[in-house]
């Protein structure tokens, strides 16, 4: 059994999600988490504390306390200059980040963030010279270098809720993973996305693992293992994880999974199956998992940190341990696992007997009938005293076929049918006088929970069940579905297993050609033949029949959650047109078209004046809220001003006597405090419709991306960059249309 070598406690609760180690002086190992209290703690037991400047002592001589006087969002600790053997911290908070020299107790820069730092990473990417703090906010990605200057800016589609830098195409150079709100893994090299991956929830962390593999977890509990843009394996829990983090626990050369959950479990499972190799458990939950060489021993200790504070160490075990880091004997699982097994297997085999005797009685009767001469009936074939309930054992006609089928049901169908908004529909039925008694459904991201159990009510069997099914976003999602097939009195079920592909586009209903064609559109030139466009479009949506064309191509369909039509046209000379007043939906389709067809770059010219329109507002407000922004700045400075000089007053009254003066200096100064507080109210009020419109801001943008491929798509995030940097609005309206400055 693996035990902790050193246990420690720093007296401080500490935020999840915030822990890293750093090297501030180039020797010795320093702990160091956020705190509650808009401090950052550093635990160095190797150094004497530090004070002055940012640097507090506290109680605790290992201790430092670095104020910050925001809420941090996050921390990281690495080495910032390359020709230095110190390590720097960097600080987000919701508005700022600082890049902090411990060791010299002083600020290398202090940047402003309005769209945040919820994520910050340390690190060379691509080609781009130099470490950097990258850090992710409000939709947005930056990097700046040991100065301060801003040496990277991208955007990416929601929130940034975590980052982590891997060599992800195996070339030597470090690309970007990117976990964010809106569910998806995006790899960035540079500025160029290189693969995108859909979870079913929040990405909440990434960690970096043995060669092109990086672990991953989500909001709903979930964590697993990618390997590129291959998933290994995942498991779901009912905790949360709050940090992930990759370590060689059992010395087989290969990192494991150690994960920390809000429970306050510690597990660490194989990179390749998942399974668990070790497990601990801590008081209250866990809030950052790290590694060092913090006993100055020459080895790396795996360092866990719970939320109150409590630091485990542990060291890799020993090779003599390998298989048995865990307080259970493997023997004695190994065993109950069998024996649960063997249980299962016997209740089978015994189902089988009975269905094989009743077959062996009804085939000897079948002959006897056949020897006399007598009618042999199928209904009835075991002779009077030896009679066997068919439904009961199971048994079901051999020519029985199982069949799934999925179509569209749009708002002028659900009259007839339950109050659902329009879905598609899934059909599971059998070819008989059989019943469907319950299916089980997987599928990622349609159903709470990933899967769906239908179970009809005894007085409601039939032969088929019916499944409302509405995806979210436009992804391939694979149905797994298990059906129990079995008659009405049946105590033994047939499971049929089936998997089915729901298309992308799955919730886009052929309409007629001749409804309103949408104002917006996009028009690029590929050079593939039409029936490659038309096998795309075959697979990629939900139809009754395959579409062919002669001609010209001119297919429409209609959106069922409600943002209209979509019309795709393409001439024989391979121009080919996107009408949808939807720029995500545009995005998507030609995405998707881009990776079937195997383009690896290509130019768009996109006309969506309705976007346009929303952009130009966003602007206005974004200026208009910048603009109050300094004002309340400005009037705070003002005020605080003011009531250093009325706190002078009142206090020089006070001495000399003067209640009169002094009780109406005092009251003045009330009023004053309360117009401070009022307009701090105002202006976190601004702040936070600031980050809104930045937001927006920032999805437009990528949206105009998205609709570029390869090098045309960097080329317009940059240049939608360098025009709203510039404040050049009307350069960025034709950026977004011909996707060039």
């Given at each position: 059994?693996?035990?902790?070598?050193?246990?420690?406690?720093?007296?401080?609760?500490?935020?999840?999600?915030?822990?890293?180690?750093?090297?501030?002086?180039?020797?010795?190992?320093?702990?160091?988490?956020?705190?509650?209290?808009?401090?950052?703690?550093?635990?160095?037991?190797?150094?004497?504390?530090?004070?002055?400047?940012?640097?507090?002592?506290?109680?605790?001589?290992?201790?430092?306390?670095?104020?910050?006087?925001?809420?941090v969002s996050s921390v990281c600790a690495g080495r910032l200059n390359?020709?230095?053997?110190?390590?720097?911290?960097?600080?987000?908070?919701?508005?700022?980040?600082?890049?902090?020299?411990?060791?010299?107790?002083?600020?290398?820069?202090?940047?402003?963030?309005?769209?945040?730092?919820?994520?910050?990473?340390?690190?060379?990417?691509?080609?781009?010279?130099?470490?950097?703090?990258?850090?992710?906010?409000?939709?947005?990605?930056?990097?700046?270098?040991?100065e301060g200057n801003e040496n990277f800016w991208t955007v990416t589609?929601?929130?940034?809720?975590?980052?982590?830098?891997?060599?992800?195409?195996?070339?030597?150079?470090?690309?970007?993973?990117?976990?964010?709100?809106?569910?998806?893994?995006?790899?960035?090299?540079?500025?160029?996305?290189?693969?995108?991956?859909?979870?079913?929830?929040?990405?909440?962390?990434?960690?970096?693992?043995?060669?092109?593999?990086?672990?991953?977890?989500?909001?709903?509990?979930?964590?697993?293992?990618?390997?590129?843009?291959?998933?290994?394996?995942?498991?779901?829990?009912?905790?949360?994880?709050?940090?992930?983090?990759?370590?060689?626990?059992?010395?087989?050369?290969?990192?494991?999974?150690?994960?920390?959950?809000?429970?306050?479990?510690?597990?660490?499972?194989?990179?390749?199956?998942?399974?668990?190799?070790?497990?601990?458990?801590?008081?209250?939950?866990?809030?950052?998992?790290?590694?060092?060489?913090?006993?100055?021993?020459?080895?790396?200790?795996?360092?866990?940190?719970?939320?109150?504070?409590?630091?485990?160490?542990?060291?890799?075990?020993?090779?003599?341990?390998?298989?048995?880091?865990?307080?259970?004997?493997?023997?004695?699982?190994?065993?109950?696992?069998?024996?649960?097994?063997?249980?299962?297997?016997?209740?089978?085999?015994?189902?089988?007997?009975?269905?094989?005797?009743?077959?062996?009685?009804?085939?000897?009767?079948?002959?006897?009938?056949?020897?006399?001469?007598?009618?042999?009936?199928?209904?009835?074939?075991?002779?009077?005293?030896?009679?066997?309930?068919?439904?009961?054992?199971?048994?079901?006609?051999?020519?029985?076929?199982?069949?799934?089928?999925?179509?569209?049901?749009?708002?002028?169908?659900?009259?007839?049918?339950?109050?659902?908004?329009?879905?598609?529909?899934?059909?599971?039925?059998?070819?008989?006088?059989?019943?469907?008694?319950?299916?089980?459904?997987?599928?990622?991201?349609?159903?709470?929970?990933?899967?769906?159990?239908?179970?009809?009510?005894?007085?409601?069997?039939?032969?088929?069940?019916?499944?409302?099914?509405?995806?979210?976003?436009?992804?391939?999602?694979?149905?797994?579905?298990?059906?129990?097939?079995?008659?009405?009195?049946?105590?033994?079920?047939?499971?049929?297993?089936?998997?089915?592909?729901?298309?992308?586009?799955?919730?886009?209903?052929?309409?007629?050609?001749?409804?309103?064609?949408?104002?917006?559109?996009?028009?690029?030139?590929?050079?593939?033949?039409?029936?490659?466009?038309?096998?795309?479009?075959?697979?990629?949506?939900?139809?009754?029949?395959?579409?062919?064309?002669?001609?010209?191509?001119?297919?429409?369909?209609?959106?069922?959650?409600?943002?209209?039509?979509?019309?795709?046209?393409?001439?024989?000379?391979?121009?080919?047109?996107?009408?949808?007043?939807?720029?995500?939906?545009?995005?998507?389709?030609?995405?998707?078209?881009?990776?079937?067809?195997?383009?690896?770059?290509?130019?768009?010219?996109?006309?969506?004046?309705?976007?346009?329109?929303?952009?130009?507002?966003?602007?206005?407000?974004?200026?208009?809220?910048?603009?109050?922004?300094?004002?309340?700045?400005?009037?705070?400075?003002?005020?605080?001003?003011?009531?250093?000089?009325?706190?002078?007053?009142?206090?020089?009254?006070?001495?000399?006597?003067?209640?009169?003066?002094?009780?109406?200096?005092?009251?003045?100064?009330?009023?004053?405090?309360?117009?401070?507080?009022?307009?701090?109210?105002?202006?976190?009020s601004n702040h936070q419709e600031l980050l809104a419109c930045l937001?927006?801001?920032?999805?437009?943008?990528?949206?105009?991306?998205?609709?570029?491929?390869?090098?045309?798509?960097?080329?317009?995030?940059?240049?939608?960059?360098?025009?709203?940097?510039?404040?050049?609005?009307?350069?960025?309206?034709?950026?977004?249309?011909?996707?060039?400055?």
């Amino acid at each position: 059994m693996l035990v902790p070598i050193f246990t420690l406690k720093i007296n401080h609760r500490v935020n999840p999600h915030m822990v890293t180690v750093g090297r501030y002086n180039g020797k010795h190992t320093a702990l160091t988490c956020a705190t509650a209290a808009g401090k950052v703690l550093i635990h160095n037991p190797h150094m004497k504390t530090q004070q002055g400047g940012r640097l507090d002592s506290s109680a605790d001589s290992d201790v430092n306390l670095l104020s910050i006087n925001q809420q941090v969002s996050s921390v990281c600790a690495g080495r910032l200059n390359p020709s230095a053997t110190n390590d720097i911290l960097a600080v987000g908070t919701q508005t700022n980040l600082l890049a902090y020299d411990v060791d010299n107790n002083s600020d290398l820069f202090y940047k402003d963030t309005p769209d945040g730092a919820n994520a910050v990473a340390i690190g060379e990417l691509g080609e781009i010279p130099g470490p950097m703090v990258i850090m992710g906010g409000n939709c947005s990605l930056q990097g700046y270098d040991l100065e301060g200057n801003e040496n990277f800016w991208t955007v990416t589609g929601d929130n940034v809720c975590s980052l982590t830098l891997l060599d992800f195409t195996g070339n030597g150079q470090n690309e970007l993973i990117v976990g964010s709100e809106d569910f998806d893994i995006r790899v960035f090299r540079e500025d160029e996305i290189l693969a995108e991956m859909t979870e079913t929830e929040a990405i909440t962390c990434l960690c970096p693992m043995n060669n092109t593999r990086f672990g991953y977890a989500l909001a709903n509990g979930t964590v697993g293992v990618y390997d590129r843009t291959s998933r290994y394996w995942r498991i779901k829990s009912k905790n949360q994880a709050y940090t992930i983090h990759s370590f060689d626990l059992d010395s087989d050369g290969v990192p494991e999974l150690i994960t920390g959950w809000s429970n306050g479990k510690i597990d660490a499972r194989s990179d390749r199956t998942g399974e668990v190799i070790f497990k601990d458990n801590f008081t209250s939950a866990v809030a950052g998992i790290v590694q060092a060489d913090y006993r100055l021993d020459g080895s790396q200790q795996l360092l866990c940190v719970s939320t109150d504070g409590e630091v485990k160490g542990y060291n890799p075990a020993p090779r003599e341990m390998r298989g048995n880091l865990m307080d259970s004997n493997l023997e004695q699982d190994t065993i109950r696992e069998l024996g649960m097994r063997k249980q299962n297997l016997m209740m089978e085999l015994k189902n089988y007997d009975q269905n094989e005797k009743a077959g062996v009685v009804a085939a000897a009767a079948m002959q006897d009938a056949m020897q006399s001469g007598s009618k042999f009936s199928a209904e009835r074939p075991f002779p009077v005293g030896q009679e066997y309930d068919q439904e009961k054992m199971g048994v079901i006609p051999v020519c029985i076929i199982l069949f799934i089928a999925m179509c569209q049901y749009r708002l002028k169908l659900l009259l007839a049918i339950p109050p659902y908004p329009p879905h598609v529909e899934l059909f599971i039925g059998t070819t008989n006088d059989t019943m469907v008694r319950a299916a089980l459904i997987f599928a990622e991201g349609i159903f709470e929970g990933e899967s769906h159990v239908i179970h009809p009510h005894p007085n409601a069997l039939s032969n088929c069940v019916r499944v409302p099914i509405i995806p979210p976003k436009d992804v391939p999602v694979d149905l797994h579905i298990k059906a129990f097939i079995g008659y009405k009195s049946s105590m033994q079920f047939h499971v049929f297993e089936l998997t089915r592909q729901l298309p992308r586009f799955s919730m886009y209903a052929p309409c007629r050609k001749d409804c309103p064609e949408p104002k917006s559109s996009c028009t690029f030139q590929i050079n593939e033949r039409m029936q490659r466009v038309l096998l795309w479009i075959n697979q990629s949506f939900l139809l009754q029949d395959d579409i062919d064309a002669e001609g010209s191509l001119n297919v429409a369909f209609m959106s069922l959650r409600g943002s209209g039509p979509l019309f795709l046209k393409m001439e024989p000379q391979g121009l080919m047109t996107i009408k949808t007043d939807d720029m995500d939906l545009a995005g998507d389709v030609i995405q998707a078209l881009c990776q079937f067809l195997n383009i690896d770059d290509m130019q768009v010219s996109a006309d969506f004046p309705d976007e346009m329109e929303k952009l130009r507002s966003i602007l206005v407000k974004v200026d208009e809220y910048h603009a109050v922004r300094q004002k309340l700045t400005a009037e705070m400075a003002d005020h605080s001003n003011l009531i250093r000089s009325m706190v002078v007053r009142a206090e020089d009254a006070r001495l000399m006597g003067d209640m009169k003066n002094m009780r109406r200096g005092y009251s003045e100064l009330y009023n004053m405090n309360r117009d401070l507080i009022n307009g701090y109210t105002i202006r976190c009020s601004n702040h936070q419709e600031l980050l809104a419109c930045l937001k927006q801001l920032n999805q437009v943008i990528q949206k105009a991306g998205r609709l570029r491929v390869g090098k045309y798509k960097t080329q317009v995030i940059s240049a939608c960059r360098a025009a709203i940097k510039s404040n050049n609005v009307s350069a960025l309206f034709k950026i977004m249309k011909t996707g060039a400055s």
